[in-house]
């Protein structure tokens, strides 16, 4: 027996090793379940970050859902976010409220003030303090700067009106004439009138050589705000009384009076050509006005308070103050909420939008001034140009995108997305289109049953082939550029180029075909159309390799780079992923689609980008399938889609006439998963609470 017990210690301690394992085992287990957790819940609070358009903390939360499992639902978030999110430049924080902020005409200089009674001026691009004018005996509620940014005008309580050299820190006027506090400032356009306004009701219009008041007019109730229109010849107040009041400077009389608002008007601007009339209210509604005739024009209506608004002089972009201490950048054109910013602890007292339409300033009742900064380039751009649904797409260039409709040829010179250029060529139906692989030549397809062979750069007719029976509506260059097909009814046609001599008819469909694609290699074609067929074609012999039942009409087909995966989509089917080789189906996305009508590889073959009658551009990683995100924006089912060369930009055109741009570079290949979260929330004004599970504001 006591030969036996070393044996015993050696299984000892081999049960302890077992033990030991199985542990770290479990550990290991248990770490990835709650690692998969925490991403689980992140990639949902960005989702609804998203949703509720607020994109800094959509942005941080998809950042920190990927420091746990870099999904490729969590990268395209996180690179749809950080496209769109403001990003907070500086703060400054005071005792007591911040209650008037406005931007010097070169967007250079801020001022600020409020509770304290003094007047600050700061550097915008710093956030350095610039000046302090003091003399207020109680709080600020207006700051103006006059025209050529010289001079700065502020009022509050009790009523009286200061201007200042702020530069020289000197106040070289004092008006004097309210009785109670002023709400509203502003300078004319020729710089030598002040416009002031009230809790006495009064509207004053001082003369700035003398100092002394030249007009007057009354509200029911207190004046709010001021403005002049850009000629100078008008003048623009709100108030209480829940009007906004158009007054004739020349005749002194009432103008307009614009009545509609279910509450007091917090704020009202011309627009830089004086045509239209903004004016916000605290019943939630923006109204643009003619101010000729001072008719209702348009109402836009949304869920935030409106306790301040400023607008761009172009009239695009809102930037809007509520009492529950968000900032909302509203688009001016149809509504649509752009960002929703958590910026303060309590009611928003103002707000200022900079000459740059990117810059903008709102200070609060928690004593906090902030300065935010929109993206430089936006992350998307919706082009309008054509008078009919457009159906084709192709990059000529990296910076220059054709299209084709029905009304012709549009070339979209897209290098500056705040001013896309565009011009029509041409006025014949296009409905195809393709562009050779040196990008020299353009191909189009047209409704007449031929193809014009365009030079590319500048559009110019080099051929004109024909003899397709029905509409062409599809095109391809083969890889080398040496081939041209066509989609026919129901055959393919082939010529030789340059010359655009016949190369051969490709039979075998029995009805329209609307799609064709060639390989990487060109010694292979790929075709599907109302047969209900897909079919591969040997390019070298003209004969058919493989024919593949697809249930429903096809509307769309493509190799991949490889050139050993086909996907193919259509009508009532999900998008297929084929072995090229075999037939043999690998892969179905999309289950349960009405239809897609178009498909788009990006260049280095790991995106594919869908689009159809559900009237949405859906992205899906490859070669797994999974869906990284959806793009929204048109209204009308998706009918073309293309990638630019360098995989930069995705364009998807639709049945509402427009062409949507989307940069894709971002939303594909955002940062390193991990990488950059504390400056991520710093950039946006937030913080992490890992504990309870938050991003919220800082």
Known sequence: MKSLKPHWGVLALLFASCATHETTRAKDRDDTVARDLRARIYLAKGEAAVESRRWGVAAASFAIARASQDSLAARWGQGQASGRASTLRWTKSFEGSVLAVAFSPDGRVLASAGYDAIVRLWDVERGDLLAELKGHTAEVHAVAFAPDGRWLASAGRPGEVRVWDWRQGRQVALLQGHADVVRGLAFSPSGDRLASGGLDKAVRVWGLATGTEHLRFEHDEHVIAVAFSPDGKRLLSTSMDRSARVWDLETRKEAHRLVGHGEKVESGAFSLDGQRIMTAAADHALRFWDARSGQLVDVLRNSGDVSAAAIDPAFTLVVQAGWDGRVQLVDARGGALVERLEAHRGFVMCVALSP???????????????????????????????????????????????????????????????????????????????????????????????????????????????????????????????????????????????????????????????????????????????????????????????????????????????????????????????????????MAMDEGTVGVLSLALSPDGRFLASGGLDAEVKVWGLPSGELMGRVRGQQGFLSALAFSPDGAILASAASDRTVHLIGFQALAHPPPAGAGIEDLLRRHGLVWDEARLLVEPR
């Open 356 to 586: 740059d339409g990117r810059t903008f300033a709102s200070g609060g009742m928690d004593g906090v001034l902030k300065v935010w900064s929109r993206p430089g380039a936006p992350p998307d751009t919706l082009l309008r140009g054509h008078g009919a649904w457009v159906e084709a797409l192709a990059f000529s260039q990296e910076q220059e995108l054709i299209s084709g409709a029905e009304d012709g040829l549009r070339r979209w010179r897209v290098a500056d997305w705040n001013s896309v250029v565009s011009s029509a060529e041409g006025t014949e139906a296009t409905v195809s289109l393709a562009v050779s692989p040196d990008r020299r030549l353009l191909a189009a397809g047209t409704l007449k049953g031929r193809v014009r062979v365009l030079e590319a750069g500048s559009g110019r007719p080099l051929l004109e082939l024909s003899g397709v029976k029905g509409s062409v509506r599809a095109v391809a260059f083969s890889p080398d550029g040496k081939l041209l097909a066509a989609a026919g009814d129901p055959d393919l046609h082939l010529w030789s180029l340059p010359e655009g001599t016949p190369a051969g008819r490709l039979q075998g469909h029995t009805g329209k075909l609307w799609a064709l694609a060639f390989d990487g290699t060109g010694r292979r074609l790929v075709s599907g159309g109302a047969d209900m067929t897909v079919r591969t074609w040997d390019v070298d012999t003209r004969q058919p390799l493989l024919r593949l039942e697809a249930g429903e009409r096809v509307r769309a087909v493509a190799f991949t780079p490889s050139g050993d995966r086909l996907v193919t989509a259509g009508m009532r089917q999900p998008i297929r992923l084929w072995d090229a080789v075999t037939g043999q189906p690998l």
